[in-house]
C-alpha cells in the first residue's frame, strides 16, 4: 500500500531538473552538428584533395563507430591525453561531432540535388564560386535538408540518453535516482519516455514549420 | 599514459567473449526485427482503422524515444508485473523492437514503389490476393529492400554496446570491467572503437556491393 504513498512531486521535479539538461544537451549538440555538418559537407565537394580526404575521414570515422563508444573515449581515454572534460563537454562534443557526421551527408546530397543548370546560370551571370553557392544553390539546398535535419536532430535527442553512463544528470539519469531510492520503475520510466517523446513531437512540429515557412514563394519553382 | 601491447595481449581473450555477444545479439536482434517490421508495416495497411492507428502511433512512440531507456523499461518494469527476462533476452526484444519501426518503414516504401500498374494488371489477369502478392508484388518490393533493411542492420550492430547498461556482457561492458579492475582505459576502450570501425568500413564495402546488386527498380 505504501507504494502509493509516496510524494511525487520532489520525485517529479527531480526528473524536471534532467529534462533540462536533455534540452540544453539537444539545442548545444544541434548547434554543434549544424556546424559540421555543413563544414565536412561542403569539405566533400570541395575542389581539393586534402579538403576532401579530411572530410570523408572524418565522416567515415563518426559514423563507423558508435555514439556510446565515441562519448566513454571522449570521457575516459582523452585525459590521458591532458585533455580533461566534464561530462556536460564530452557529452556536447560527442554527440555534435556524431550527428553532425550524419548531417554532412545530407548536405552534400542536398547540394547535389540541385539542377545542373543553375550552376549553368551561375557562370552565365557571372557570379564567383562563393556567391553561386551563397545565394543560388544553398538556398534552394536548404529546403531540401530540412526534413532530414528534422530526423537527425530527433536522434541526437534520443542519443541524449546515452550521456547518463557517463554520470551526467540527464532525464534519463535522474530516472534511475528516482528508481533507487522509491523501488518504483513504473512511474519514472513512463514518466521519462512519455517527455522524450513530447520533445521530440516538438522538434518535429518546429521542422515542419519552418519548412512552411520556406518553401513559402516557392510553389511552381520547384517540380 | 602510454599504450602497452603487453596489455592488450593480455586482455584480448576477455575482448573476444564480448564480441560473440556483440554478434550474437545483432543476430538475434535483426532477426526479431524483420518480422515486427513486417508485422506493423501489414498492420498499418489493415483495413481496420483501430488496428492501424492504434499500431501507427506505437510504432511512432518508439521511433521518438531512446532505446536506452526502452531497455531500461523492458529491464526494470516488466519484472514488476511478473516477466522476468534475462538482460540478452531483454536486449534482443528492445533493439528487435526499436528496429522494427525503421524497418517497418522499408517495407512500407518497398511496397509502395510497385508501380500501380502492376496491382491492376494482377486484377485484369485474375489473379487471387495471395497469387497478386506472392508471385507479382513481393518479387518486386524485396530485392530493393534488401540494402536498407542491412543497412539498419548495421545500425543495430552500433548500438548494442547500449546492452551494458542493462549489465549484457557484451564488448563495450567487457573493455568496461577490464577498464574497471586495471585503471587502464586507453586500450580496452579504443579497441572497442577500432572492432566497431573496422566492422562498419567492412559492411559499407558489402553495403554499396548489396546497392549495385538489389538497389536498382527496374521501370
Redesign the interface.
Known sequence: MNRFMINWSGYIGLILDGALVTIQLTLMGSALALVMAFLAGLGRLSRFFAVRALATAYI??F????I???L??AY??LP?FGISLTPLQAGILALGLNVGAYGAEVVRGAIKSVGREQYEACTALNLGRWQCMRHIILPQALLVMLPTFGNNA?EL??????V??ISLTDM?FQ??VV?AQTGN??VP??T??VL??AM??VISWGVRGLERRMARGLDGVRV | MEWDWNFVREIFPTLVDGVKITILATLLGSVLAAIVGLGIALARRSPNRLLSRTVGFLAEFIRGTPLLVQLYFIFFVLPDIGILLSPLVAGVIGLGLHYGTYTAEVYRAGIENVPRGQWEAAKACNLSSTQTWTRIILPQALPPMIPALANYFIAMFKETPLLSAITVLELMNQAKSVANSSYRYIEPITLVGAFFLVISLFSVIALRWLEARYGRIER
Open positions: 567515415e570515422f559514423r563507423g563507430t558508435s556510446f563508444v565515441q566513454f573515449w575516459f581515454v590521458f530527433i535527442l534520443k542519443a541524449t540518453a546515452v547518463s553512463l534519463t530516472a534511475q528508481r520503475t513504473l520510466f513512463t521519462i519516455l522524450y517523446f521530440a513531437c
